[in-house]
C-alpha cells in the first residue's frame, strides 16, 4: 500500500484484490466479477440484436402485405421495442471493451474527493443510475458500491480501463493532509530510506521471498540480504512482519 490510514474505508476490495491493483492488475475475484458483468452485456446484445430483427422482419411484412396487423395491433409493439432499442443501444460496445479487459488483466487507478449521485433516465418510469465521479472521471456503479463510498471524502479508486468498470475503491487522507503527516512520522526514522529500499520495503509487504525480490530487482539474494537487514536497522526491527507493521504506521506504505 502506499498510504498507512488507521482505519479507513474499503470498498468492494479484499486484501489480494487491492494487493493485485496496486500492481495494476486484475485480482481472480475482480476477472470473476468482470465475466458476470460480461455474461449480463452478452443476453443484452443478443436480446439488441433479436429485437432488431423482429422489428425489421416486422416493417418488411407490413411494407409487402398492408392488411397485416391493420387493426393496431402494432401500434404500441413498435414504440416499445425502439424503446428497448435505444435502452440496449451500448451494450456491443460495451461487451466488446469488457471482453479486452479481462484479457489484458490490467487495471487503472484514480485518486481525489468523492462525488456521489444519482440520475434518473427520460420517461414514465424513472430507474434511477448511480454515479461515483473523482477528478473528471464518471463511473456507473452498482447500488450496493454506490452507498459503500462516502460523499465528498477522499478514495483511491480501481477501475478496469477499457469499459471503466469500477472494482472498489480505498479511502485515502486529502494529499495535503497526507504529505504532512508523512513529513512528521518520517522524521522518527533513524535514517530516511533510500529509493532502492523502498521499492525492497513494497516488494517485502506483497509477501515475495528474498529469492523473489532479487529476481524483480535484478539483484542477487545476498545483497538483498544486505539491503534488507540495513532497512529493519533503519526501521528499528528485526523481522519483516514488524517491518510492515512500522513501515505501515510511519506512513511508508
Sequence with gaps: MQDGEEILDIVHLTPDDLAKNLEKRLSLAQVRFLRKK??????????????????????VIKSTRPDFASHGELIFAIPVGLIWLWILRDNPARWRKTHQDILAGAVARVEGQVQCETVGNIGLVQIPHFIVRIADNRFSVDRQIYFQFKNREYYRVF?????RILLGGKQTRPISQKNESRENKTKELIE???PQEQELLQQIALGRSNKEIALNLSLSPNTIKMYTSRLYRKLGVRRRTEAIARARELELL
Design 192 to 194: 530516511h530510506l533510500t
Design 159 to 163: 477501475y478496469a480501463p477499457q469499459s
Design 38 to 59: 460480461l455474461f449480463l452485456l452478452g443476453i443484452g446484445t443478443l436480446t439488441l440484436f433479436l429485437l432488431s430483427m423482429a422489428l425489421i422482419t416486422i416493417l
